[in-house]
Structures are given as structure tokens and as C-alpha cells.
């Protein structure tokens, strides 16, 4: 796949990748747009380093992409609604979405993909990983597809470790939104690609429709496991003007809690998505 305007530079074979060649405070042509969007597509996550963006900034590019859906569980920045900041206090000892994830999965239609931008980050660690959902599933045996395709999962957003991981943010919301349920096929179809997708993930499924939990859970440890293998993964280190996109529908992420001591804070807008088949 041949790019003409932005230069991206893979991670690992897995997924990621740096774009260089742009500057995401200018307003963007639609030819870079399309590369860009075709870029998210084949490494299902991209970085963008040396960024100088303001929130106006930030909210304009993400446009460009989509319509913008508030994330239910967290009041966003004031004058900015669409901007959630994912933070860690030097006093917190939990990370905001602190396991593998795909996000809101517990939404009727998540969403299609995030931008997060660094704003503040800690001496040293704080790296995240991501993880490429389509090579997951392609990992499978044949008879392990044949089975899964035919289940529905549940996902929550009470799952206990994630959850846990928002208290934080929460504390001066008033009050917190109850939890949201919904389901979803444990095999999607990606709406653009046409691309197989394993989308379960231990940050939200609870279970599996039409099974007790001595059936199902067994079968979600598995599926956790097999998901998180290093070669399906790439680890990106942030640094002062990095941001992250990542296509929410192909890829998990883990954002790694090593920072005890040090302030930490990110600035997210969500893309809407559509309903998972």
C-alpha cells in the first residue's frame, strides 16, 4: 500500500504505526485525510509525534473523521464537552482504563475509534500497548472460528477492574451513571474492511449469551488470553506533542500503570461507531 502524502512507519508487523509528513494544526487537505484514514485501516492504531495542537485543534481533526459522542462514564473538560481527560495523580495508585480494552463495548454502538493527546506525562513509563484484533482472530483454528461465530457476547460497563480503574475521575461527578449493558457478536465484521474481528475483551465481556457461567468463563479466559500474545501487539512510548488513534472496532489497548508518584494526564475525543455484526 503506497502513501503520497503522509510517510508511515510501522512498529511491529503486528500493528502501529508512525505518521510523519503532516502537521495536525493546519486544516488538512481531503487527499491527506483519506491517507490518514487508510493508515488507521491497515495498522489499526497510528502515532503522530512533535504535535503542537490546541483543544480547538484537536476537536477539528478529529471532525474529519466522524460525528463525536461523549464518553457516558466521565464529564468531559469545561468549554469542551467532547474532550475527556484520562488522568493519574501523583497521590492515585489506578489508571483510567487501566486493562485490555476495546472501549464502551458496553454501548449499543461503540465507537469507531479515539484520539488521545498527551498533555502531561511522568518522568519515565506510562507506555501503552495495543493489540491487533484481526490477527487475533486469524490465529484461531478453524474449529475454534466455526464455534465463535455463531455466539453473542455481554459485555458491562460494572466489570469490576475497570470499573475500579474510574473511581478517581468520578469522585466529583455527582452522580455516577448506572451501568450499562448491551451484546454483541464475540465475532464482528468490520464495517469498512470487511476484516474478521474477535470482539470479546476482559475490560467488559461478562459472559456469553445462553450460557452459565461454568461454560462461558473458561471459555473467556482463553479468549483473553490468546488476545494479549506479544506478537499481536506493539507498545508505543509517549513523549511531549505524541497523539494516538486507534481504530476501537480492530484493536484493544493497555495503557501500563508503572508511574506510582507522578502526574499523568491525556486528552481524549471518541468517534461514533455503529452497531458490531
Wanted: glycine content about 8%; charged content about 20%; proline content about 7%.
Amino acid at each position: 500500500m503506497t502513501y503520497d502524502i503522509i510517510q508511515p512507519h510501522a512498529l511491529t508487523p503486528a500493528c502501529g504505526a508512525e505518521i510523519s509528513g503532516v502537521d495536525l494544526s493546519d486544516d488538512l487537505s481531503e487527499p491527506a485525510i483519506a491517507e490518514i484514514r487508510r493508515a488507521l485501516l491497515q495498522f489499526k492504531v497510528i502515532f503522530f509525534r512533535d504535535q503542537n495542537i490546541t483543544p480547538d485543534h484537536h476537536l477539528a481533526f478529529a471532525r474529519r473523521f466522524g460525528d463525536l459522542v461523549d464518553y457516558p462514564m466521565v464529564t468531559g473538560l469545561d468549554g469542551y464537552p467532547e474532550i475527556v481527560p484520562v488522568v493519574k495523580l501523583e497521590h492515585e495508585t489506578h489508571n483510567f482504563g487501566g486493562i485490555w480494552h476495546s472501549d464502551t463495548t458496553y454501548l449499543a454502538e461503540p465507537p469507531l475509534g479515539a484520539i488521545l493527546v498527551a498533555r502531561e506525562l511522568p518522568p519515565e513509563g506510562g507506555d501503552t500497548l495495543f493489540a491487533n484484533m484481526g490477527m487475533a482472530y486469524e490465529a484461531l483454528s478453524d474449529a475454534m472460528k466455526a464455534m465463535l461465530g455463531g455466539l453473542t457476547a455481554i459485555n458491562s460497563s460494572a466489570k469490576d477492574a475497570v470499573a475500579k480503574s474510574r473511581k478517581d475521575r468520578q469522585k466529583n461527578m455527582g452522580a455516577v451513571p448506572d451501568p450499562l449493558v448491551a451484546e454483541h457478536p464475540v465475532i464482528r465484521t468490520h464495517p469498512e474492511t470487511g476484516e474478521k474481528i474477535l470482539y470479546v475483551n476482559i475490560g467488559h465481556t461478562i459472559g456469553i449469551k445462553g450460557m452459565d457461567a461454568a461454560e462461558s468463563g473458561p471459555l473467556l479466559e482463553f479468549l483473553f488470553a490468546h488476545q494479549r500474545q506479544d506478537e499481536f501487539t506493539c507498545r508505543f512510548k509517549w513523549q511531549p506533542g505524541s497523539i494516538a488513534f486507534w481504530d476501537n472496532r480492530s484493536s484493544q489497548h493497555y495503557p501500563i500503570n508503572d508511574y506510582h508518584g507522578h502526574k499523568r494526564v491525556m486528552h481524549r475525543i471518541t468517534l461514533a461507531g455503529d452497531t458490531p455484526v
